[in-house]
């Protein structure tokens, strides 16, 4: 394609994506096939910006050594699933202050009942009942500056975060009511592919990388003995056959699991395994798993060694999502009226 821009031709620019991860426990394969891999595929095609979210990490107790860890495994996640790092800007939350000072701003814009609404903070607030505080119920409000302060066109996320996009967007939407021309409207951006992915224990819930039960969780990390008996040990259904069918819960999440690795649909994975028993489907699916994750794996593995490394790029990265942050930040500042010199 020829670069050369003609005379009077405007440059288009690029759609610009945002998202972010908590540290907070040990990523899942729903989190790779759900998200980080996804993002592998938009890198060429949109400005992205990609952060590891720390400070909604600590909306729920965090043992601070295993934080300051997993916020390093994040990071080097981002890397060896595939993100150029010389494509997608890669950073920590809490290096660019400007997310905890937009917070504040679009908290006076934001109201009570709107937050109370969040089917999350319902959730989080039965789970963690001895610590309800006022971060997990403003969680959302963070989660709007951290999209609005880069003017984010499209936000990736899973269908359970799409109630706080849109809130994002309300907020966002209001705000522009009264100081006009302020924020990017941002979309939700639900992926296709990789539909959401369960737990092996107990497929009416989601995999959650916090799920106390070892087996209920694939890891991005786990080595393959481990992968292949997490997979062993999966829950299935009455009857037998391998069919996705909605009163076949555990095989049609598997099977779905062995779709998003293959990119085989499921009439296909069904006539594969024509015949097959539950036994043998199941360590199918670990074996493309594990096979799957082990470079992943082997470049996480490197990237952990070389501290130096990883702190370089996270360096690299809040200096440039500071320069977006702070002219969208200065912007706010200046509508609502603060005094700057
Ligand atoms: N709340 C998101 C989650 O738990 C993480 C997140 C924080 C996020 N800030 C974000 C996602 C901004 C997208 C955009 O999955």
Request: charged share 25%; hydrophobic share 35%.
């Amino acid at each position: 394609m020829d670069q050369t821009l003609k005379e009077g031709q405007i440059e288009e620019r690029k759609k610009r994506i945002f998202s972010g991860v908590q540290p907070s426990g040990n990523l899942t394969i729903g989190n790779y096939l759900g998200a980080i891999r996804n993002w592998t595929f938009l890198q060429d095609a949109y400005d992205c910006i990609y952060c590891v979210v720390n400070e909604h990490a600590i909306t729920v107790r965090q043992n601070p050594a295993d934080l300051r860890r997993q916020t390093y495994e994040t990071l080097a996640v981002y890397i060896a699933a595939g993100l150029d790092v010389s494509k997608n800007v890669l950073f920590i939350q809490s290096h660019v202050p400007a997310h905890a000072e937009l917070a504040w701003v679009l908290n006076c814009y934001t109201m009570f009942g709107e937050l109370s609404r969040m089917t999350q903070f319902k959730d989080k607030s039965a789970k963690h009942s001895d610590n309800i505080n006022a971060g997990l119920f403003d969680y959302p409000v963070l989660m709007a500056a951290d999209i609005l302060l880069y003017q984010a066109d499209l936000v990736p996320v899973g269908i359970d975060q799409k109630q706080h996009v849109e809130l994002c967007r309300d907020i966002a939407v209001r705000f522009n009511q009264i100081y006009p021309d302020t924020f990017t409207i941002p979309e939700p951006y639900l992926s296709k592919t990789g539909k959401k992915i369960m737990s092996l224990q107990d497929p009416a819930r989601k995999m959650s990388k916090s799920d106390e039960n070892e087996n209920a969780t694939v890891r991005i990390l786990d080595s393959k003995d481990t992968i292949l008996r997490k997979f062993k040990r999966a829950v299935t259904d009455s009857g037998s056959g391998i069919v996705y069918s909605e009163d076949k819960p555990g095989i049609s999440n598997l099977m779905s699991i062995y779709s998003a690795f293959t990119g085989k649909d499921y009439p296909e994975i069904e006539a594969e395994f024509a015949g097959s028993g539950y036994g043998d489907f199941k360590m199918a699916v670990g074996e493309t798993c594990a096979d799957a994750l082990a470079p992943v794996r082997q470049r996480f593995d490197e990237l952990m060694k070389d501290k130096g490394y990883l702190e370089s790029v996270a360096k690299q990265g809040a200096e440039t999502a500071s320069r977006i942050a702070s002219r969208t930040l200065s912007k706010v500042y200046r509508k609502v009226g603060f005094v700057t010199f």
